[in-house]
């Protein structure tokens, strides 16, 4: 069965601490995406990517950066967490062609406190 | 630019009830529609999708119609079970785009044995 795997459901992590999120997919798909959903706010695009190296931002990129090394993987970081960066965070991937729709991941529930 | 437009939740029905979720979009191109399911504490999963006009996406007794003279694509299914309890989300991909998926809001059905 394809997947997109999450290396973490749950996280707490202290404001200020540099924070990774992990995201491999086993599809061989070209485009990744991370979002973020909270409540009432619905799924916010942060940044995705369309090729390996190659990143564009999405609706709310501040305080987030990604890194794409390898195709098959798309880490978020976050710089300095903040309280208001705590959130389910969303990965998903997609092969090129607008009609196959997104697989995504379980999602880790990120707390900074 | 594009965009979807579902009903507002939450929606309580008994079991085997029929369901309907509406969902329209506004689009300048030719999208294709998706639904996705979402259970508690999980990601989206990809439930049924439609690429072109009068197609009829179908999957686990649950099915929508790609209505473009009504710009809709309206989620039904006729007998609902509680393990049906879930956030539902309508979207649009621009089929020439694969970074432009535009999601709804999301509705929350609960079904009551």
């Known amino acids: 069965d394809v997947k997109v795997t999450q290396s973490s459901r749950y996280l707490v992590k202290r404001t200020g601490e540099k924070v990774f999120l992990e995201c491999v997919q086993d599809?061989?798909?070209?485009?990744m995406f991370w979002y973020r959903q909270d409540p009432g706010l619905g799924l916010r695009l942060i940044y995705f990517?369309?090729?390996?190296?190659?990143?564009e931002k999405g609706d709310i990129p501040e305080g987030y950066s990604v890194s794409r090394e390898k195709k098959e993987r798309f880490s978020l970081i976050l710089e300095s967490a903040s309280t208001n960066q705590t959130s389910m965070y969303l990965c998903?991937?997609?092969?090129?062609?607008?009609?196959?729709?997104?697989?995504f991941g379980s999602g880790t529930r990120l707390t900074v406190v | 630019g594009d965009s979807v437009t579902q009903m507002e939740g939450p929606v309580t029905l008994s079991e085997e009830a029929f369901l309907t979720i509406n969902c329209t979009y506004t689009?300048?191109?030719?999208?294709?529609l998706f639904w996705y399911v979402q259970y508690p504490g999980e990601g989206l999963q990809l439930l049924l999708k439609?690429?072109?006009?009068?197609d009829k996406g179908s999957n686990k007794g649950f099915e929508a119609t790609y209505r473009k003279e009504t710009t809709s694509f309206h989620l039904e299914k006729g007998s609902v079970q509680v393990s049906d309890s879930a956030v539902y989300f309508c979207?649009?991909?621009?089929?020439?785009?694969?970074?432009?998926?535009?999601f709804g809001a999301g509705t929350r059905l609960t079904v009551k044995p």
């Open positions: 689009a300048t191109g030719y999208p294709s």
């Open positions: 990517s369309y090729d390996v190296k190659m990143k």
């Open positions: 599809m061989d798909h070209e485009n």
């Open positions: 979207a649009l991909s621009d089929q020439g785009n694969n970074n432009d998926m535009r």
């Open positions: 439609a690429t072109k006009a009068d």
């Open positions: 998903a991937s997609t092969p090129t062609g607008g009609v196959y729709g997104y697989t």
